[in-house]
């Protein structure tokens, strides 16, 4: 784990998804992503669940992730919802106490509860910005948001593959950043692009 406390780096993961989400034309939200279940209305969806049920598991309470809310039909101002909600993530994720211990119904450790909610906010940052054709900037190396996450990977990543949560590792291009890396070992092509429409 970095140096940098959960909330520091939760914040730093934040600070970059945030512009991504705000940056989505609704003419995209029909748009694939890299994420083969899921596009860009259905993703934007499923990172803003887990940033709301996250807040819970901080407090050590019962996360519910039996539905799955359309927070982006609910409300014209889901961006705005976006960014409010990342907010309350970080907060609630520095109450003292939020990464001690153990939460949720598996009874993980909140640690690695908190680097989960981490790695969907840098993760489906990047699945949303390529899938809108935006650039996305990862927080900087000095943050340690990639080293943590690429670290805790390691750990997850067999039960994650068993669970169809990661897919098998693929290879990185020659040179690769740290954020490719982690794509990588997710089960993701970092050269990932929307394929071009079939021709009628």
């Known amino acids: 784990m970095s140096e940098n406390s959960l909330a520091d780096l939760l914040k730093a993961a934040t ?3 945030v512009p ?3 940056a989505i034309p609704d003419e995209r939200l029909d748009s694939p992503t890299p994420c083969a279940e899921y596009d860009v209305k259905a ?30 039909a609910e409300s014209p101002d ?3 919802r976006f960014a409010d909600e990342a907010g309350k993530l970080v907060a609630a994720w520095a109450t003292p106490g939020a ?5 949720g119904a598996m009874a993980m450790p909140a ?13 489906h940052a990047w699945d949303l910005a390529r899938a809108t054709g935006q ?7 000095s943050s340690g948001v990639i080293a943590a996450l690429r670290e805790a990977v390691a750990g997850l990543a067999p039960t994650a593959r068993k669970m169809g949560v990661f897919g098998e590792p693929v290879s990185a291009p020659e040179g690769a950043s740290g954020l490719e890396q982690l794509l990588a070992e997710t089960g993701r092509d970092p050269r990932w692009t929307p394929q071009a ?3 009628a």
Request: some cysteine; hydrophobic content about 40%.
């Open 78 to 80: 889901w961006r705005d």
């Open 197 to 199: 429409p079939t021709a």
């Open 135 to 141: 650039e996305y900037e990862p927080a900087p190396e």
């Open 20 to 22: 991504v989400v705000r």
């Open 111 to 123: 640690k690695t509860v908190g680097c989960m909610a981490l790695l969907d906010l840098t993760v």
């Open 43 to 72: 993703l934007v969806n499923h990172l803003l669940q887990v940033i709301v049920q996250f807040q819970a598991l901080a407090a050590k309470q019962d996360s519910d992730f039996s539905e799955s809310p359309d927070y982006v």
């Open 99 to 103: 990464d001690e211990g153990t939460t």
């Open 15 to 17: 600070t970059h998804a």
